[in-house]
């Protein structure tokens, strides 16, 4: 059997491919830091930074300019929380300002969580022992977070927390503000990881609770796809309209298996910080090349089914695919 026939060339290998990568499908995450002087890089993650709200305007400008117009922020304020009433205004004045600036040329999701908020780095509210968190509090403090987020102009906002039936907060109380074009992206399953480690220095959220060490106990474990399944469904049920996988590239297997089972919805892939900079770092060594090794693992996400990608690596999309 003649396979090599199809492998001949650039030009077949293009028409018999059946993934094509566009920058169209990604999603470039944003960090700005209330009372940061200067950009500054974020570890492990070249061209990746946390940004002022004067720096933010400008990186998103050329973002645009290399055809990148889809966007996911993340606002980490100055000071944490130690009540149930948190100040989001930070958040929301940067996401007025992007969209008084670009207007609809960008699409701008706003994750919502509150481990850049609290004090112990948990993603809701602890409980006065300090092991675990309370769900109804916490929902329904995220619900109120995420319509400040639409009121400010979000287009999207995007729960991470994991804590149960925020979805169907989120969507009610949208709902019932007249935020109906409000596209809800659900971090549906998201696995407790190591893969998070740069994120949680760029976005101040490392757990430093006494008692509750870890977000085991609402993130889902990696050795239970069941779990991640029911989340799914359930967030689905709730009124989530785009779905999640994240990590990415160690749970190829749950994006394939998780978009074969609900194709009804869209999926999301996150390729998370500590992927994408595990690349950057063994490119830095000399063991591979960087670009080529972001393309094939980018090409695995949507070979597995995501029909989009948050990527660290975004902004280079554009330059990278042609
Ligand atoms: C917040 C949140 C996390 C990420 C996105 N939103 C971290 C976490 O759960 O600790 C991770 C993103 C990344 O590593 O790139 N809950």
């Given at each position: 059997m003649?396979?090599?026939?199809?492998?001949q060339?650039?030009?077949?290998?293009?028409?018999?491919?059946?993934?094509?990568?566009?920058?169209?499908k990604?999603?470039?995450?944003?960090?700005?830091?209330?009372?940061?002087?200067?950009?500054?890089?974020v570890a492990g993650?070249?061209?990746?930074?946390q940004?002022?709200?004067?720096?933010?305007?400008?990186?998103v400008?050329?973002?645009?300019?290399?055809?990148?117009?889809?966007?996911?922020?993340?606002?980490?304020?100055g000071?944490?929380?130690?009540?149930?009433?948190?100040?989001?205004s930070?958040?929301?004045?940067?996401?007025?300002?992007?969209?008084?600036?670009?207007?609809?040329?960008?699409?701008?999701?706003?994750?919502?969580?509150?481990?850049?908020?609290?004090?112990?780095?948990h993603?809701?509210?602890?409980?006065?022992d300090?092991?675990?968190?309370?769900n109804?509090?916490?929902?329904?403090?995220?619900?109120?977070?995420?319509l400040a987020?639409?009121?400010?102009?979000?287009?999207?906002?995007?729960?991470?927390?994991m804590?149960?039936?925020?979805?169907?907060?989120i969507?009610?109380?949208?709902q019932?503000?007249?935020?109906?074009r409000?596209?809800?992206?659900s971090?549906?399953?998201?696995?407790?990881s190591?893969?998070?480690?740069?994120?949680?220095?760029?976005?101040?959220?490392?757990?430093?609770?006494?008692?509750?060490?870890?977000?085991?106990?609402?993130?889902?474990?990696p050795?239970?796809?069941?779990?991640?399944?029911?989340?799914?469904?359930?967030?689905?049920?709730?009124?989530?309209?785009i779905l999640?996988?994240?990590?990415g590239?160690?749970?190829?297997?749950?994006?394939?298996?998780?978009?074969?089972?609900?194709?009804?919805?869209?999926w999301a892939?996150?390729?998370?910080?500590?992927?994408y900079?595990?690349?950057?770092?063994?490119?830095?060594?000399?063991?591979?090349?960087?670009?080529?090794a972001h393309?094939?693992a980018?090409?695995g996400?949507?070979?597995?089914?995501?029909?989009?990608?948050i990527?660290y690596?975004?902004?280079?999309a554009?330059?990278?695919?042609?």
């Open positions: 003649n396979l090599r026939r199809l492998r060339n650039s030009h077949i290998l293009d028409l018999t491919s059946s993934v094509t990568l566009t920058p169209k990604f999603i470039q995450p944003l960090f700005v830091v209330e009372g940061l002087r200067e950009k500054k890089q993650l070249p061209s990746v930074f940004e002022t709200p004067e720096s933010l305007l400008k990186q400008e050329k973002d645009l300019e290399t055809g990148i117009s889809k966007f996911i922020l993340f606002g980490v304020p000071q944490k929380t130690e009540q149930r009433n948190f100040d989001v930070f958040a929301t004045q940067q996401i007025t300002a992007l969209k008084k600036t670009f207007g609809s040329d960008i699409w701008l999701a706003t994750d919502v969580c509150l481990c850049s908020y609290t004090h112990h780095g993603c809701g509210i602890l409980n006065e300090g092991d675990h968190l309370e109804g509090f916490s929902v329904q403090a995220l619900a109120e977070v995420a987020y639409a009121q400010a102009g979000a287009d999207c906002v995007a729960p991470s927390d804590m149960d039936s925020r979805v169907h907060a969507r009610s109380l949208l019932e503000n007249g935020f109906d409000t596209v809800l992206m971090y549906s399953s998201k696995f407790s190591s893969f998070y480690g740069p994120f949680r220095e760029a976005a101040d959220s490392t757990p430093r609770a006494q008692g509750l060490k870890d977000r085991s106990s609402y993130q889902v474990s050795s239970n796809y069941a779990d991640a399944l029911r989340s799914c469904l359930r967030d689905r049920d709730e009124g989530a309209d999640m996988v994240k990590p590239l160690p749970y190829l297997d749950v994006l394939y298996r998780l978009s074969q089972e609900i194709p009804d919805l869209p892939a996150y390729e998370v910080s500590g992927e900079a595990g690349i950057e770092a063994l490119a830095e060594k000399g063991l591979m090349n960087a670009q080529r393309l094939e980018w090409t996400f949507f070979r597995a089914g995501a029909s989009m990608l990527s690596g975004a902004r280079f554009g330059e990278w695919i042609r």
